[in-house]
């Protein structure tokens, strides 16, 4: 099969197309052919090898020295389930599927071996793009909004990095919510956030996030802009602050009302956003969706921090 490979860390062209063998499903996975896929931030840092401030060596010692050991990355995936391991009975063949791949990565290739329990099945109404590109923004923004967050209506939001793929699903389901949205974004995206639904708009450009002069009920920082202490100060009493994007010292200075971490994967979390998405109350924002062949310029684009929503690649 097709796969994109990356051997060292490095820029976009380290990530070569090559012919490798078909992994082989264990007993509790399928091996799905992979239709649509997401090149997300995540992907970009690991090909990349720039990890988090802080964050470098425990990054490497994680997940390889001088390269990923996981030579095929990609975590997000739609497809369709070709064959099943020796333990599998809740999927048959046929089957058309979407989730998280897991630590093991390897969507970014004509075929993946997932395990069941990452898995959901693609809603009829949802294409393989929007649910590739839907799974990693939304459940991300989902985990850190309302489970964490505890987003209720009446919340005023504040959304930093609103035009990405997190941000851009946080600002949906916010609105969705009830809650009233604030979009740290730049103006060449406001037509796309006006059309998803803010209230008010702040071009970082111009105005710094840190003398809004205002509080909020719920911070929501995707690209890693406030320090713990910045994000608390924007709060109002009884106020959450999520730092999606944190270095190493902002997590361990994230405590009371600021929170860091990362968001699960887990096929439960992707089901409830599969679902938005087939009753259009969840837009997946798609830039671009590119073959396989260009998957540099899939990376280029995660590279940029100018990305808009996801960018699909169809392998």
Do not use: C
């Not at 090898?49 to 095929?72: E, H």
């Amino acid at each position: 099969m097709r796969a994109v490979v990356v051997e060292r860390y490095g820029p976009p062209s380290t990530a070569r197309i090559m012919d490798v063998p078909d992994p082989v499903p264990r007993p509790n996975e399928v091996l799905v052919r992979v239709v649509s896929t997401a090149v997300t931030a995540g992907d970009a840092r690991i090909r990349s090898g720039t990890f988090p401030k802080g964050m470098n060596l425990l990054g490497r010692l994680a997940l390889g020295v001088s390269g990923p050991r996981a030579r095929v990355l990609g975590m997000a995936l739609s497809g369709v389930v070709e064959a099943r391991g020796s333990a599998v009975t809740e999927l048959e063949v046929g089957d058309e599927v979407a989730g998280m791949a897991g630590q093991r990565m390897g969507a970014h290739a004509q075929r993946v071996a997932v395990a069941t329990d990452r898995l959901v099945r693609k809603p009829a109404g949802v294409t393989h793009d929007a649910a590739a590109a839907a799974i990693f923004g939304g459940s991300t923004a989902m985990h850190f909004l309302l489970d964490v967050a505890r987003l209720r209506a009446g919340h005023d939001v504040l959304v930093v990095g609103a035009s990405g793929a997190v941000g851009s699903a946080a600002v949906q389901l916010a609105k969705r919510s009830g809650a009233t949205v604030t979009a740290v974004a730049s103006t060449r995206n406001l037509e796309l956030l006006h059309r998803l639904g803010i209230d008010a708009h702040v071009d970082y450009t111009t105005t710094p996030v840190t003398g809004l002069g205002r509080r909020f009920d719920v911070v929501l920082d995707t690209v890693g802009t406030l320090s713990p202490r910045e994000a608390r100060a924007l709060l109002r009493e009884g106020g959450t602050a999520v730092l999606v994007a944190a270095d190493l010292s902002q997590m361990l200075a994230a405590r009371g009302a600021v929170k860091a971490g990362t968001a699960p994967g887990h096929a439960a979390l992707v089901a409830r956003v599969l679902a938005l998405v087939e009753r259009g109350e969840l837009d997946p924002v798609i830039q671009e969706s590119l073959p396989l062949e260009e998957i540099a310029r899939a990376y280029e684009i995660a590279d940029s921090r100018r990305k808009v929503g996801s960018i699909v690649v169809r392998p």
